[in-house]
């Protein structure tokens, strides 16, 4: 099993930024993508952005459209890692933020805990 240890997360006025951060205990595959959704009240699971990794480099980055130009995912400086960039953050940005992990052509699934982002007006 592969955990997924999450940090960051918390309240933000709008306009503000605030950046998370997502390891994953163990990565055994040199092509994987790893990313972050999100899931507001009442709504569905959404991707927000992801990265897809090959033998170290991010070869193909996927972004809503609600979020392009303010949103980054990226490889952390430490190993098995990425983080979420989020500037001028907007209250519908607002919502529980979860890290992924696939592996394996996707056989393989991961998801962290989630962590809150609120965004105040």
């Known amino acids: 099993q592969v955990q997924l240890v999450e940090s960051g997360g918390g309240l933000v006025q709008s306009g503000g930024s605030l950046s998370l951060s997502c390891s994953a205990s163990?990565?055994?595959?040199?092509?994987?993508?790893m990313g972050w959704y999100r899931q507001a009240p009442g709504k569905q699971r959404e991707l927000v952005g992801d990265?897809?990794?090959?033998?170290?480099?991010?070869?193909?980055?996927t972004y809503a459209d609600s979020v392009k130009g303010r949103f980054t995912v990226s490889g952390a400086n430490a190993k098995n890692s990425i983080s979420l960039q989020m500037n001028s953050l907007k209250p519908e940005d607002t919502a529980v933020y979860y890290c992924?992990?696939?592996?394996?052509?996707?056989?393989?699934?991961?998801w962290g805990q989630g962590t809150q982002v609120t965004v105040s007006s």
């Open positions: 163990r990565i055994i595959f040199d092509f994987y993508t």
């Open positions: 990265i897809v990794v090959d033998r170290g480099n991010t070869i193909h980055t």
């Open positions: 992924n992990l696939k592996m394996g052509a996707g056989k393989f699934d991961y």
